[in-house]
């Protein structure tokens, strides 16, 4: 029979570890493997739905401009339709606003002219005279009671 020796013994037992460590290293790498091919399929099904939704997403910020450059078309029309309002009212207001002015005191000085016989103002209700200005009536004692002040 033949003894075993420490050397073949150490042989054996290295062999055996190189075995289990190459064992372990096959089920690692096949798990890796199959880790790396779910990765892969992964990252297919998203490219596949990725390039519709950026093409969807490109569209949408197409027509946002779209839509923003005709907001900004209609905001420089209200601009150009308020300054021209503006011109507008100024012109209205020089042309008609001196010769109604000049009409309001026209009538103003007729009234004062025509009013400026007391004897001929109408009574009030009560006997009282009363002075109309525009369109309001005030008893004569409140008059009075002024010019006393």
Known sequence: MHTVSGGEVAGILVAVFWAILVSFLAVALARLAQTLRATTKLVADVTDQAVP????AS????SAQTQIDRVD??????????SN???????V????GGPLV?????GYGVRRA???RKDDLPAGPAGERR???VGRTVPSARRTKRKKD
């Open 53 to 56: 939704l950026l093409s969807d």
């Open 59 to 62: 569209s949408a910020v197409r």
């Open 73 to 82: 078309a209609i905001a420089s029309d209200v601009q150009e339709v308020t």
């Open 85 to 91: 309002a503006s011109a507008l009212s100024t012109t």
């Open 93 to 96: 207001a020089s042309t008609f």
């Open 102 to 106: 000049k009409v309001a005191a026209f």
């Open 114 to 116: 025509l009013g400026g």
């Open 131 to 133: 002075t109309v200005i």
